[in-house]
């Protein structure tokens, strides 16, 4: 069955410092994932998707994701961190037709 | 484009009360909606999906008799979580997406519902 983790539950980083959010998919065929940006009274946003292609996928508010098959991963990263990144970020993987399978949550603190 | 949104944000009841949380797609036809429901410090669980009129289709181990989905419009979808207790007390999400392409189409969140049962 299609599983996601999120081995760290909270990431402390300080402002204009580089992030990296880890996300494992366990999955047989190519998946398609997802990393979503879930703030205080606001739905869950999507940052980038990745379906095919290019393994390095750029999204949106300056974030990317790299697609490793060898390692299952779809990590997220951002070269500098602005204190309004400070959310909770969720990975999920598409399940079958429409449905998708999310990872824990990592929740991000931006230290000034 | 693509908004979502719920009603109520934010509902307080007694237990034994039923309470239905509102899910419209504000700007686009949502032919299906998915119900979702967040524990604190957790992730989201898909509960159900909802075709426009069409039953909903519920996950293993949700209660569907619990959990009553109606999906009558293109537009809106609610939830009714019936003789509600403080274990049904969480934050309820939907999503909605418009179907017509094909392959994967990309789900569209509300905002979310914080439902506490005294």
């Known amino acids: 069955a299609q599983s996601v983790t999120q081995p760290d539950i909270h990431i402390t980083v300080s402002e204009g410092a580089s992030l990296e959010l880890r996300c494992n998919y366990s999955?047989?065929?190519?998946?398609?994932l997802f990393w979503y940006v879930q703030s205080p009274g606001q739905g869950l946003q999507l940052l980038l998707k990745y379906f095919s292609g290019d393994t390095l996928v750029q999204g949106i508010k300056g974030f990317e994701a790299e697609f490793k098959r060898s390692q299952s991963s779809f990590n997220l990263r951002k070269p500098s961190v602005h204190w309004s990144d400070a959310a909770e970020y969720f990975c999920?993987?598409?399940?079958?037709?429409?449905?998708?399978?999310f990872g824990a949550g990592t929740i991000l603190r931006v230290k000034s | 484009g693509a908004v979502v949104s719920q009603h109520p944000s934010w509902v307080i009841c007694k237990s034994g009360t039923s309470v239905k949380i509102e899910c419209r797609s504000l700007?686009?036809?949502?032919?299906?909606m998915f119900w979702y429901r967040q524990f604190p410090k957790q992730s989201l669980m898909l509960m159900a999906t909802s075709n426009e009129g069409s039953k909903a289709t519920y996950e293993q181990g949700v209660e569907k008799d619990k959990f009553l989905i109606n999906h009558a419009s293109l537009t809106l979808s609610t939830l009714t979580v019936t003789s509600a207790h403080p274990e049904d007390s969480s934050f309820y999400i939907c999503s909605a997406i418009s179907t017509g392409v094909a392959g994967y189409n990309e789900q569209f969140f509300g905002p979310g519902t914080r439902l506490t049962v005294l």
């Open positions: 700007d686009f036809q949502a032919t299906t």
């Open positions: 999955y047989g065929a190519t998946p398609y």
């Open positions: 999920a993987v598409v399940k079958y037709g429409n449905k998708l399978v």
